[in-house]
């Protein structure tokens, strides 16, 4: 027994040694050195423009992918998957009927393999996406716009979540049969949409989905189930804390006998929610509590839809903007207090020139500069511009900063947006001429896309292609 | 020191090894190409559901469920006989039938192309993610309980015509070699599995759909099936048992008040909550073949209105029935012929007579459970009866009986059977034995369930109970045999329980021995 002690003892030595020495990635790589072993392509049915790449390693790696068109050199990446050696990947940037390699590249972090390249052929996509034709292009535009992608939805049925590259062609795509009434791009590389039948009207829908590029469903609200009680419309969006907030239609019972009511009659007005992820309802607001029906001389004619809110904007202080298209009139609302702060447009707080007067504007924003910024579609003189004023709320002033008129042709009587695009453009959504525009600040028309289908929005989506990994 | 060498050598071996096994652990970089399973969603999964209970009726509107089963589970009995010029058929009647026999290669195919559908629907049910796509465990559940119902169904139909049979209840998709030459499996076994599917379903499946969904499977079906196979086992207890799960739902019989018996079986009639699992039938033009079953053809001669006569019924059965039986309307016993004549069954067997010229004797009668509309209507208008609630009422009547002897619950459910169809009621003091009251439930099963494909396995069982399991074709012989064209035709050497099977399967499934027919077939 003593005798057998001393070799057990070194035998447990060496093995604890080998043991040690294998925490150590070189003599890992040095035994075992990083493989890739099987690389599976796979289709996704429901997704022309999808593809789910499964990897296998032979040791617990980082892997990522990189493909490209045929005859080009701009290489897109993966996300990377981290730390398994059962990696799935996926390319989600494709155009369709277009030959793509290729290649998968894994590393331990001492050490990096990449594999041979492989042959990717996207077919044509044949869900119910509209054209986007790319119709004109400033020449001295074009490389500002390389690598520019843009999110848009289909509101009409069956719907769709689309992303277009710089020359309109479509590089993801989700098909819904419901119609898809307003998108946005989150920070978190997310689509967030509100989804709803065609018959819903003011954009409304009654569920707000918020799907990753992968084809994920991360979050899924439905009217009727959990907190979520009410059609929203027109707006979703994620603040700064990350939670969503949309328009809500609600309504309240108000005496309107004193103009032809009944004592108990129902006004159908607006208000804001808003959700966690998760879908609790966090906090809520109505306008009827705010605006008496009675103020409105034409309520009883207005009730079932009093006075369109279209728009939200949650600010940096945790405020909201909110614009109300039959007004004419965008609100400040206090959060905490749920109090109107100042109402800005026609009858408003701020004294405006006949120029500074908007109607039916949409899309309310603030701007970097920290402007207030609207695509006015103006019906009045039938002229749709993009405007924006610095406001100073302690005197009530307003001053236009920018004020961009479309030509007549682009007038667009209801929806559409106009935002700032690369610091010193504007990027406009325009439903009735069914276009996307780019201008300079002084209006000049830099790029044009033609749509074969009824948009709501267009926004750019920063981060959709991602940079190199660094390994 | 010479041991420190040996150990390190050793140690340095084993290190070796080591790196020589992560060598050969590594493998060559492959690249395949595939397209996912587009079955993701709950709707797939319905789908799959569809695709199953659609199994239940094969080859246009004959096979399985909408005819041929049929054949060999009537055929047999002394109740319903075929033409002389059905070769197929005529050869099960009169059991002169041999493994090569079309109709069993038919019937087999049905009932694996089923589970085949239950076992793949199975397998994408439960790869479904229901709750994220706004669907519910719950119907996910459902969902499984009704393919697993219908394999069970199934697996019941195979056991009950060949006893032990190839088990599957998985999805082609983890098919190993093996599985390609699938070995028989011990009835009892299968019965096992049976029992876990039905169990499964009788937890998860609702008591009962929307009207528009009215042919799915309940949990009452289930249970029901599950009385049908204890009873089959001879578990009478827990057959009782089952039994009167079902019968307190919401199953009763079709009351005098709404029709009786005979408007169970009127057209119009469509779903019946006597009914407990059917195979659903169209009555629309062109749902021949997709969506519909063939017995109201079938089951009628051409001079009636040109039926092809394939389930004519021995007269010996017409008159059996007392005169105010409703049930014997559901059975020609007087008609116009197409060309005018009437035929009538002859007084010497119940029927109302009649002379010649005016009247012929009929030489069968032919059953109405199954309608025939129109001339040349191929689509069957009625559901198929699969399982109804007056054979839940005597399957419990009937393992009470045989549980504890003649009792008065087992005379009050025979009673509301007989008493629906206007028959008198019966009393317990009529039957001092176990026996007498076991024949009385199987004659009042007889006449209440035939064409419903009941008659084989109540035949087997009926001679089982009453030799104490020493021969279930006791009564089989007995009730055929004086039937039988040619009564030599009956051999003591096979055993009728089990029918062949079929020619194709042995030829192509190498683990079927060439003598497995052997004591099945003359």
Known sequence: MQKLKKPLILIALILGGIALLWQLDSVKDYVAPIQIGAIDLVHVPENRLRFKVNVKTNRNSDAYLKYWKRNSKDTLYSTVSKNTDSHTLWIVNTTGDTRYTFQVIASTGTKTVLSKKYPLETRSIYQATPYFTLEHMDSTFSKEMENKYFLTQILSEPGSAVIIDHKGEIVWYEPFKKGVKVSHWTPEKTVLCIVGAEKIPSSGGDEIIEMDLTGKVVTHLQVGKGDMDKLVHHEVRTDKDGNIYALTFDKKLFDLTSVGGVKQDTVKGDGIVIFSREGKKLWEWTMLDHLDPLSDPEIMKHKKDWVHANSVYREEDGNFLISYRDLNQIWKIDFKTGKVLWKLGEKGDFPLTEDQLFSAQHFAHTTVNNELMMLDNGIKNETTRALSFKLDTKNKTAQTVLDIKLPKEYYTTAKGNAQFINGDKVVFSLTDPRSFLITDLKGKILWKILIGGDPYRLEQTPGFTLNKPKF | ?522
């Open chain 2, 1 to 522: 020191m010479k041991n420190v060498y040996r150990i390190l050598n050793v140690a340095l071996l084993s290190g070796l090894i080591l790196v020589m096994g992560c060598e050969k652990g590594l493998e060559d970089e492959t690249f395949s190409v595939y397209d996912q399973n587009v079955l993701t969603k709950p709707e797939h999964a319905e789908q799959a559901v569809r695709g199953a209970y659609a199994a239940l009726k094969d080859n246009g509107g004959f096979g399985y469920y909408a005819g041929h089963l049929y054949w060999l589970y009537e055929y047999p009995g002394e109740v319903v006989t075929t033409t002389g010029t059905a070769r197929q058929g005529g050869q099960i009647d009169q059991l002169t039938y041999d493994a090569s026999n079309s109709t069993f290669n038919g019937v087999w195919i049905s009932i694996f192309k089923l589970i085949s559908r239950t076992n793949e629907a199975e397998e994408l049910i439960s790869n479904v993610d229901y709750t994220g796509n706004s669907s519910t465990v719950a119907l996910q559940n459902q969902n499984l309980g009704e393919v697993r119902f219908l394999r069970a169904l199934a697996y019941y139909d195979a056991t009950s015509l060949w006893g032990a049979v190839p088990l599957f209840i998985k999805s082609s998709s983890k098919f190993t070699e093996s599985d390609e030459n699938p070995p028989l499996t011990e009835q009892s076994v299968i019965e096992d599995a049976m029992i876990t599917d039905l169990q499964f379903a009788e937890q998860h499946l609702p008591q009962s759909y929307a009207a528009t969904e009215v042919a799915r499977a309940t949990s009452g079906a289930a249970k029901a099936l599950l009385a049908r196979l204890y009873l089959r086992r001879g578990e009478f207890a827990k057959a009782a048992e089952k039994s009167l799960e079902v019968m307190n739902k919401n199953y009763d019989l079709r009351t005098q008040a709404e029709g009786g018996i005979k408007s169970l079986f009127a057209t119009n009639n469509r779903s019946d909550n006597e009914f407990i699992f059917v195979l659903k039938s169209s009555n629309e033009a062109g749902s021949y073949g997709i969506n519909s079953n063939s017995f109201g053809i079938n089951s009628v001669p051409w001079d009636f209105n040109r039926g092809w006569n394939n389930f004519p019924i021995h007269l010996q059965f017409y008159a059996q029935f007392a005169k105010e039986d409703a049930r014997r309307e559901l059975l020609t016993g007087i008609y116009k012929a197409l060309y005018g004549t009437i035929v009538s069954v002859p007084k010497e067997f119940g029927g109302p007579g009649g002379k010649a010229p005016d009247t012929t004797a009929a030489k069968y009668v032919y059953n109405l459970k199954y309608p025939h509309v129109n001339n040349y209507n191929y689509a069957g208008f009625n559901n198929v009866v699969i399982i109804r609630y007056a054979d839940v009422l005597l399957m419990r009547a009937e393992a009470l009986n045989e549980v504890s002897g003649p009792n008065e619950e087992s005379i009050t459910l025979l009673n509301q059977v007989r008493t629906r169809s206007g028959l008198p009621a019966l009393t317990l003091a009529a039957f001092t034995t176990k026996d007498k009251l076991r024949d009385e439930i199987f004659e009042e099963r007889n006449k209440e369930l035939f064409m419903e494909g009941r008659k084989r396995d109540d035949l087997f069982r009926w001679g089982r109970s009453a030799s104490n399991g020493a021969n279930p074709l006791l009564k089989f012989k007995e009730k055929i045999v004086p039937r039988l064209l040619s009564p030599s035709t009956y051999s003591d050497a096979v055993d009728y329980t089990k029918y062949p099977y079929p020619q194709n399967e042995i030829q192509s499934n190498t683990s079927l021995e060439a003598n497995v027919n052997a004591g099945r077939v003359r």
